[in-house]
């Protein structure tokens, strides 16, 4: 037998053996390891932080990157949809799309998806409620604002741009004052209502070409294409005040519920998207140290 053709247990594929599903090398190296590795390393990552595949990989993976969860059926299919709507877009734009951009921009302007099995919350796993309390998560814009990691994959994707073009990118780092004693206060589900308000309020006072999503459990970072340092500082006080008005009532709350937010324009010195952010929570955390309800800069 010619050694080429010969049948030995390391013939098999490695990627295969550290995914071994039915679909990882049809829908998942295939579409993306060459043509977007960036992608492909990041939806591995997804896949390797996974503690179990028992209810199925491709639905575990759209929870993941999207905060939706279905059933593995119906996640696989959403999943070949995904790639579709991923190629035609990057046709369109002419670059490469992240796999999470084009994950909840198919559910935001195409899909009209089954009703998941349960809503996202922030900070949490996803769980089953009633419809009354579940409601505020099903909106499309909501669910992209809480996606696992889509704040760093949209910033990078901005400095990049603004460094292409030449254009000022800004960027507020948001923190909800005391929100663990409030937590408390509130019980989890109305905790969770608050973190819609204020997204909303948030939401709101920006425009649609700023990109807001959660950074960490009581945090937000929004991102501000086109935008200088100045202008980012008196955004966050709008910002700032509104949450105080709109929160005046809430629930056991003795008063209105305050932010405190670090402001910074995108420079080479201050690194790419994850050194930069960084840079946000170290002006934060001094400012908080002095004091909160307050906007810092560096």
């Known amino acids: 037998m010619d050694e080429s053709t010969a049948s030995t247990p390391s013939a098999k594929p490695a990627r295969n053996e550290d995914f071994p599903f039915d679909g990882f090398v049809e829908l998942v190296k295939a579409p993306l390891e060459v043509r977007d590795p960036v992608s492909f390393k990041r939806v591995r990552k997804a896949l390797q932080e996974i503690p179990t595949w028992e209810s199925g990989p491709f639905r575990m993976l759209l929870m993941r990157l999207t905060g939706k969860d279905f059933r593995e059926k119906d996640a696989k299919e959403r999943w070949r949809e995904i790639l579709l709507h991923k190629q035609d877009t990057e046709e ?31 900070g949490r796993s996803p769980r089953r409620e009633s419809t009354q309390a579940k409601k505020p998560w099903g909106e499309p814009w909501v669910d992209r604002v809480f996606a696992d990691g889509y704040y760093l994959e949209k910033l990078r994707e901005e400095i990049l741009r603004a460094k292409r073009y030449k254009h000022a990118l800004s960027a507020i780092l948001i923190d909800v004052d005391s929100f663990s004693a409030i937590n408390e206060r509130l019980t989890t589900e109305g905790g969770d209502r608050l973190f819609v308000t204020i997204v909303e309020v948030v939401k709101k006072t920006i425009r649609t070409v700023d990109i807001l999503a959660r950074y960490a459990n009581d945090q937000f970072l929004v991102v501000l294409p086109n935008t200088n340092k100045r202008e980012a500082q008196e955004l966050a006080e709008r910002i700032r005040r509104n949450v105080r008005m709109r929160t005046r009532k809430q629930g056991e709350l003795d008063g209105p519920v305050t932010i405190t937010a670090s402001v910074d324009q995108s420079t080479p010195d201050k690194g790419g998207a994850a050194e930069f952010v960084k840079h946000l929570e170290s002006i934060l955390k001094r400012g908080k140290d002095t004091a909160r309800d307050a906007v810092y800069g560096s």
């Open 92 to 122: 369109k734009l002419g670059r490469i799309m992240g796999i999470q951009a084009a994950a909840l921009d198919y559910f935001d302007v195409v899909a009209h998806p089954p009703e998941p099995l349960a809503p996202m919350h922030a």
